[in-house]
C-alpha cells in the first residue's frame, strides 16, 4: 500500500474516500487512462460503511423502477459476480428468502416482487409456506419470495482486489489524508488537505466526492457549491449479533422491509457461520458501541420467522451506519451523483446517500461517474 504524500501537480482525477465506492470509482478511471489518487483520512481502506455491512450482493428487489438504486444494482450485481469470477474472489450465490408472516406482510410481498420484476430481476419466485419448508424447514411463515441471484461476498478482498488494479494502472491510495477545503480557481478545483498532519495543496481538474458518512460535510467545504444543493446526511445506526450455535440454514433469511431498512435479517458468511442485523436507530453523532441489551429486540424479531432460535447464543458484533438522505418518516431515499451540469461548478462529482445497495452496485456506480465526467468535464 503506497503510503506517499500527495505531490502538488496539477493531477486529473482525485477521489475523496476509499471505500468500496470510492476504489471503484478511482479503478474505472485509472483503466480509462486517468491520472488518479485516492484520499483517505483513516490509516486504512474501508474502515467505515464498506466494511460495517451485511457483505450481501443484492439482486435489484426493493428499489423504485427507474431509481438510480435500481439501475445501478441489478447493473451492478452482474459487473460484480463477473468480476469475482476474474479476481477469483470469494462469494456464494447461496440465495435469499424474504418471508411474511402475517396477510399484510403478504401483500408486501407482491409488491416486492412487482419492484423486482420491473427492475429486470425475472429469476424472482414466489413461494407458499410449504414450498419455504422445502427450502428451510425450521423457518415459520405464510408465504415467502425467494431470489436466487442473491449472495455473499468477501467485501475486504474486494476492496483489496480494487486497490490493486487502480495501483497497477498508476493510481494510488494516500492514507492519513483528510480533505479540507476546496475552491475552483482557472477551471481548476484546488484542494487543501491535511496529510499525516501536514498541511498541503494540490490542484486536480475533477474531484469526486465519496466521502460518505462524511458527504455532506466534504461537500460544504468546497467554496462556490450552492448549499441547496447539499443534502443533509443523516445518521441510521444498525447493529449485528452473531450467532454462537449450530444453525440450520443455507440461503439467506429476510423479513418484510421495515422504515428505513430490511428488517432484522440472518446473512451467512462464507464459513456458514450466521449474524443478525442490522436494526435501524437513528442517532446524531458517530458511535459503534454495540448494547448487548438490544438482543432483546433482537430476539423477539428473529423469533418471529425462526422459533428454535436461542437466545442466549445471540452475542454482540459489530454496528455499522448508513449515510441517509431522508429521514426517519420519509419514504426511502434514492442515490444522489451530481454532476457539473446539477450544481454548476466545473470538475466536480458529488455522491450522497450510497448505502445499501452501495457494494453491489458499486462497479456500475464507477461506470456512471465515468460517463458523467466525459459528458460534463471533459
Keep these: 500500500m503506497n503510503n506517499g504524500k500527495p505531490h502538488n501537480s496539477a493531477l486529473d482525477v482525485v477521489i475523496i474516500g476509499a471505500g468500496v465506492i470510492g476504489l471503484s470509482i478511482a479503478r474505472e478511471f485509472a483503466l480509462a487512462g486517468r491520472e488518479v489518487i485516492v484520499l483517505e483520512r483513516n490509516a486504512n481502506i474501508g474502515e467505515e460503511t464498506s466494511s460495517r455491512n451485511s457483505e450481501v450482493i443484492h439482486a435489484g ?15 451492478g450485481k452482474a459487473l460484480l459476480y463477473s468480476y469475482c469470477d476474474e479476481k477469483s474472489i470469494s462469494y456464494n450465490r447461496c440465495g435469499k428468502l424474504i418471508v411474511a408472516l402475517t396477510e399484510d406482510q403478504k401483500k408486501t410481498l407482491h409488491k416486492l416482487q412487482s419492484y423486482a420484476l420491473k427492475n429486470g430481476v425475472y429469476d424472482i419466485q414466489t413461494l407458499d409456506a410449504a414450498e419455504v419448508r422445502e427450502l428451510e424447514p425450521s423457518i415459520q411463515c405464510s408465504a415467502g419470495l425467494f431470489s436466487p441471484s442473491t449472495g455473499i461476498i468477501d467485501s475486504h478482498h474486494l476492496m483489496l482486489s480494487l486497490q490493486g488494479d ?6 494510488r491510495v494516500v492514507l492519513l489524508s ?4 476546496a475552491y475552483l480557481k482557472e477551471n481548476k478545483l484546488h484542494l487543501k488537505i491535511k496529510s499525516d498532519e501536514t498541511p498541503i ?8 466526492n465519496c466521502a460518505g458518512l462524511y458527504g455532506s460535510s466534504v461537500a460544504n467545504n468546497i467554496d462556490g457549491l450552492d448549499a441547496k444543493y447539499i443534502p ?32 432484522i435479517h440472518l446473512t451467512l458468511d462464507l464459513a456458514g457461520k450466521a449474524r443478525f ?4 436507530e437513528w442517532i446524531e453523532q458517530l458511535e459503534y458501541k454495540v448494547d ?18 436461542k437466545r442466549e447464543a445471540l452475542m454482540p458484533g459489530y454496528a455499522g451506519i448508513r449515510p441517509k438522505i431522508v429521514g426517519p418518516n420519509d419514504p426511502p431515499g434514492d442515490f444522489m451523483i451530481q454532476g457539473p451540469r446539477v450544481h454548476g461548478v ?3 462529482v458529488n455522491l450522497f446517500g450510497i448505502e445499501s445497495p452501495g457494494l453491489t452496485a458499486s462497479l456500475a456506480i464507477a461506470e456512471h461517474v465515468l460517463k458523467i465526467f466525459s459528458e460534463d468535464i471533459i
Design 61 to 75: 428487489i426493493y428499489y423504485a423502477q427507474d431509481s438510480l438504486k435500481a439501475q445501478l444494482c441489478t447493473r
Design 346 to 348: 466545473n470538475g466536480l
Design 178 to 181: 483528510e480533505f479540507t477545503q
Design 292 to 309: 448487548a441489551h438490544r438482543s432483546d429486540r433482537f430476539f423477539k424479531s428473529i423469533s418471529g420467522y425462526w422459533p428454535n432460535v
Design 201 to 208: 495543496s494540490i490542484t486536480a481538474q475533477c474531484v469526486i
Design 166 to 171: 487502480l495501483e497497477n494502472s498508476g493510481g
Design 232 to 263: 443533509k446526511t443523516r445518521y441510521a445506526r444498525g447493529v449485528y449479533f452473531t450467532y454462537q450455535a449450530k444453525h440450520p440454514f443455507q440461503h439467506l433469511i429476510y423479513p418484510v422491509p421495515e422504515p428505513g431498512g430490511l428488517g
Design 277 to 280: 442485523g442490522p436494526d435501524v
